[in-house]
């Protein structure tokens, strides 16, 4: 957000179908309180974000503490608000955070469709909570976002000269049982891989554990990723090992690639 996005902002949350539903947004919203919020974006550990549709101001997303959007009325009923979300996110979690919170209404149908599609889970019972346009508290839901549940839901994958990789799970397991090299660290016993998958599944920092497939899909081989070592591999067969492992290795040891879109 910047200074030139003020009068759309205060034109949006002046928008009686849009201002109810933000607790912080008291009425009326004038240059002043724009001014206001985007010297609270400015923050360490605030990021307000516009959404932008062919050059217009759609609407915006505050990350913080919590998270918070609105949307311009114009463009609602398009998807806009899931696709924006789903990339702010994305950002949010590719590298360590805490969890999300995010708080609405129970009668925001909208918000807590959209909070369900995302992946959020919500949190047990409900509480009130004070809107200042309305002047008085509703009963509202809050709903939980773990870096875990976000990367569980939305893998991401990494490509490497022809091969992949992604973030191993727990039904990965069988497959990687047979590219144990035996006990000798940093590798399991088999009895005690799934414990070990779920020690190092990946939060979203430039570590954990990650199956290697190739062009077809296939799980050849695994990595693990652990900050301050060089990376460990393992292969289904000896064959893929002479074939990948020296590139894998290769590759790896300058972290992780972005993320493939």
Not at 22 to 40: D, N, R, S, W, Y
Not at 235 to 257: Q, T, W, Y
Request: charged share 20%; glycine share 8%.
């Amino acid at each position: 957000m910047s200074e030139g996005d003020l009068p759309e902002v205060v034109r949006q949350l002046s928008d009686e179908r849009v201002a109810p539903w933000l607790a912080a947004v008291a009425q009326p919203f004038g240059p002043t309180e724009a001014q206001a919020l985007l010297e609270h974006g400015q923050h360490p550990g605030e990021h307000l974000r516009i959404i932008e549709i062919q050059g217009a101001a759609a609407g915006c997303i505050c990350l913080g503490a919590g998270l918070w959007y609105w949307l311009d009325p114009a463009f609602q009923g398009r998807g806009v608000m899931s696709a924006a979300l789903r990339l702010t996110l994305a950002e949010w979690f590719s590298r360590p955070a805490p969890p999300l919170l995010a708080t609405c209404r129970t009668d925001n149908a909208a918000s807590l469709s959209l909070l369900a599609r995302l992946g959020f889970a919500r949190c047990p019972g409900s509480r009130r909570m004070f809107f200042q346009a309305s002047g008085r508290s509703h009963p509202c839901h809050d709903f939980l976002m773990a870096p875990e549940q976000w990367h569980l839901l939305n893998p991401p994958r990494y490509d490497l000269d022809g091969l992949s990789l992604r973030p191993a799970r727990q039904k990965d397991v069988p497959t990687l049982a047979l590219m144990l090299p035996g006990a000798t660290p940093p590798w399991p016993t088999a009895e005690a891989l799934p414990g070990f998958v779920e020690r190092h599944r990946f939060r979203g920092a430039a570590s954990g554990l990650f199956v290697i497939e190739d062009k077809l899909d296939r799980s050849i081989g695994m990595a693990l990723m652990v900050a301050g070592d060089p990376p460990a591999l393992a292969f289904l067969s000896s064959d893929e090992a002479n074939a990948h492992a020296d590139m894998v290795e290769l590759a790896l040891a300058k972290g992780l690639p972005a993320p493939a879109r």
